[in-house]
């Protein structure tokens, strides 16, 4: 993106970032660059959103996201371009198992988000009834999909339901702690709805998808991480915007918005900001509080937004205590289908998947598990010792290890997923048709394009984008500068994710 020209006689344009998630963070970065003034509110006392590390036993480790897709450009962008490139590191193993019929089984291979292309792969993890329900599909007729589709329950009747219990189910919960029933193909694979829509049988549509990824033949990791902890990308970002100029404020909560004849006024506690426009950065419940004066109708959709809430539960073991159970070695970890009724839904053996983890604390294996998920978040009320002692149980039953850990840490993240619906993707075109209507102010974030870590960047991208076009040759003094690299989108300590995710 090049900066935009700015006239000489004229102050740059200020725009206000409410929000300091990775997505408030990253438009800010787009918007500074862009030569445009920017004054970032964060309600909270800490930048990142999900985006968190913390300590265990010494060892510093993520508390929240842990990676990011490598495979979309957005945030491996980001980190490069705020000196960060020589920390970015790629998981040290990608083996991961599904605990499932009682034990760690291999994760399949060729599969869309557990949908597989060969069902041949699938006979460690269904049973026999399971693999011959999946063979009937050629003889079903057509299921119609329209304008969108329930994932599971699209799968479920094409390939029956032990194929969405035990690999679908676990994958989505992975990164969007949801029901697989519920959540829309459209929004969250969008690549298997257009297959789909092409008509055929699903697993013939998995196998086109899967030609079209090997005719692209992509190189390089799947997933990057950071040396230090992913958690470590929001204060880069953050000393990027203040060395362009940004000022960023946190535990200054944003408590009304107002249109001026010049703009809009941001009103805080301790002031009011006159702003020329305004990207808001934040969760659906506060985008909507704060749009409800201005936007009734946008306020409206926001609210209808549903999170997921979840815990992880971190713990540190001596790795002499560890290294006699064959099923911690070489793993990244494993993924727990919820119709085996374990309380643990993941498991992350940190010090296996990350270099720099195991470096940090050669003696320590450090590993997390994760629980909750949408409408099964009775857990996260638990006392933290009661957690642990749960996923300790868990972890036992799945690989033998009963040793106690050395430390623990159990970090909540309330309210910490959106959840996409069938149905969503109409949502946000709503949503964004509303606010279109309002002088110089765009949303992004996790509601709108996507949960993980890339998409949110994207989204930031975007709003940056528009407010910019907004903005140009109007009073702020932007002139048309070119902007190139646009974006076509495709907590208390409550801390919050899956592996990937940031607001």
């Not at 539960?313 to 070695?329: G, K, M, Q, S």
Request: with cysteine; proline share 6%.
């Amino acid at each position: 993106m090049q900066r935009s020209q700015q006239r000489a006689d004229t102050p740059p344009a200020h725009v206000v970032v409410i929000g300091g998630g990775i997505s408030g963070l990253a438009a800010a970065h787009r918007l500074v660059a862009a030569g445009v003034r920017v004054t970032l509110l964060e309600a909270t006392d800490r930048l990142g959103g999900k985006l968190m590390t913390g300590e265990v036993a010494g060892v510093q480790v993520d508390l929240g996201a842990e990676s990011m897709l490598a495979r979309r450009p957005e945030a491996v962008a980001l980190a490069e371009a705020v000196g960060l490139a020589d920390r970015l590191q790629p998981p040290a193993t990608a083996t991961a198992s599904l605990w499932t019929r009682g034990a760690l089984r291999p994760l399949p291979k060729g599969h869309v988000m557990g949908v597989p292309g060969d069902p041949a792969v699938l006979g460690q993890v269904l049973s026999p009834e399971g693999l011959a329900r999946i063979a009937e599909e050629r003889d079903l007729t057509p299921t119609p999909v329209g304008d969108d589709v329930a994932v599971g329950a699209y799968v479920a009747d094409r390939l029956g339901r032990e194929v969405v219990d035990r690999l679908v189910e676990p994958l989505l919960g992975g990164v969007y702690a949801g029901d697989a029933y519920r959540i829309s193909m459209r929004a969250a694979v969008p690549q298997l709805f257009e297959a789909v829509q092409e008509g055929g049988p699903l697993l013939e549509a998995v196998r086109r998808i899967q030609e079209r990824a090997a005719a692209r033949q992509r190189t390089g990791p799947v997933f990057q991480g950071l040396d230090g902890g992913i958690g470590t990308l929001p204060a880069a970002v953050a000393d990027a915007v203040r060395t362009g100029g940004g000022e960023i404020l946190t535990a200054t909560p944003v408590l009304g918005l107002t249109r001026t004849e010049s703009g809009w006024a941001v009103r805080t506690e301790a002031r009011t900001v006159a702003a020329d426009g305004i990207v808001l950065a934040t969760p659906a419940w506060s985008a909507g509080t704060l749009l409800a004066a201005e936007s009734p109708a946008a306020s409206a959709e926001l609210s209808g937004v549903e999170y997921a809430s979840m815990a992880l539960v971190t713990l540190a073991f001596r790795r002499a205590d560890v290294e006699a159970h064959e099923a911690l070695r070489g793993r990244s970890g494993f993924l727990v289908p919820p119709v085996d009724g374990h309380t643990v839904k993941a498991s992350t053996f940190s010090s296996n998947k990350w270099r720099w983890v195991a470096d940090a604390a050669p003696d320590l294996f450090v590993l997390r598990t994760s629980v909750g998920r949408y409408g099964e978040e009775e857990h996260i009320h638990r006392e933290d010792g009661e957690l642990v002692a749960l996923s300790q149980r868990d972890l036992a039953a799945a690989t033998g290890l009963t040793a106690r850990p050395v430390d623990t840490e159990v970090t909540r993240w309330i309210g910490g997923l959106p959840q996409y619906p069938v149905g969503h993707l109409a949502r946000v075109a709503r949503i964004r048709d509303e606010v279109a209507g309002l002088p110089a102010l765009r949303v992004c974030g996790a509601v709108y394009d996507g949960v993980g870590i890339p998409a949110c960047v994207a989204s930031a991208h975007r709003a940056a984008d528009e407010i910019v076009r907004d903005l140009t040759g109007r009073i702020t003094g932007v002139e048309t500068g070119e902007i190139t690299g646009e974006i076509t989108a495709t907590p208390t300590r409550v801390r919050g994710t899956g592996s990937e995710a940031g607001q």
